[in-house]
């Protein structure tokens, strides 16, 4: 076994081990970019407003970001933002981000309110939650990037007649990012073998007529293997 090949089996029995622990790289990742961007807007603000010295507060500035990123994963959670998202027609998920970072914000500005003190500066609070949802998408357009290449690209199993499989397959083939049709079946009859067999990731129904059966049965079993 190479070293190549040492790291890569260390790498993923770490990310099982965090897993199986409910945490995600992505969550990590979302504590740097939250707790490292409020550090350096308030670098950047002691720069460039001279009534303003955050150096003289820093002691209580490291304990105090440290609970406005615990707010924020709460609120990502509860949000959905750590939903796994689908391998196949997944949207942009900015306007979200922009949604539950202000909405931590506010509860953070709120909760300052009430208690008479404010856990962060106002002025910080306001420029971090107009920077911050640009380095939180970053992150999950790597997580896709790293995801694909771990797993490869989506394999998907395609179900619908002759005609609406040939169509799909011409328009699938200029997807971006890529996407493997792996095969096609006529009905949902025996989709789980079908699934199994050709090892598909996706599974893509071109049309609505089996939906009540697939939600009833085979759908769900899929979703949860």
């Known amino acids: 076994m190479t070293s190549a090949d040492r790291w890569t089996a260390r790498r993923i029995r770490l990310i099982q081990a ?6 995600r790289l992505l969550h990590l990742a979302d ?14 603000m002691s720069l460039v407003r001279t009534d303003f010295n955050a150096w003289a507060h820093l002691p209580r500035y490291w304990w105090s970001y440290a609970i406005i990123t615990a707010l924020h994963l709460a609120v990502f959670y509860v949000g959905g933002l750590y939903d796994r998202d ?3 027609g ?10 539950l970072v202000w909405l931590s914000s506010l509860i953070a ?3 300052s309110w009430l208690l008479g003190e404010f856990l962060i500066p106002r002025s910080i609070l306001l420029a971090y939650a107009l920077v911050a949802p640009l380095g939180l998408a970053a992150n999950r357009r790597l997580s896709r990037w ?8 989506p394999r998907v199993l395609l179900v619908g007649d002759d005609r609406a499989v040939e169509l799909a397959t011409r328009h699938l083939r200029d997807a971006q990012p890529p996407v493997t049709v792996v095969g ?7 989709l789980e073998k079908h699934v199994e067999v050709l090892d598909a990731t996706d599974v893509l129904l071109l049309d609505g007529r ?4 697939l939600y009833a049965g085979p759908l769900a079993r899929l979703e949860q293997a």
């Open 210 to 213: 089996h939906l009540e059966y």
């Open 18 to 23: 965090l897993n199986d622990r409910g945490i």
């Open 146 to 153: 790293l995801r694909t290449g771990y797993e490869g690209p």
């Open 90 to 99: 997944s949207r942009s998920g900015l306007p979200k981000i922009v949604m």
């Open 109 to 111: 500005g709120l909760v």
């Open 184 to 190: 096609s079946c006529p009905s949902v009859d025996g």
């Open 31 to 44: 504590v740097a970019v939250i707790y490292l961007t409020l550090i350096a807007v308030t670098g950047v």
């Open 86 to 88: 689908p391998r196949l």
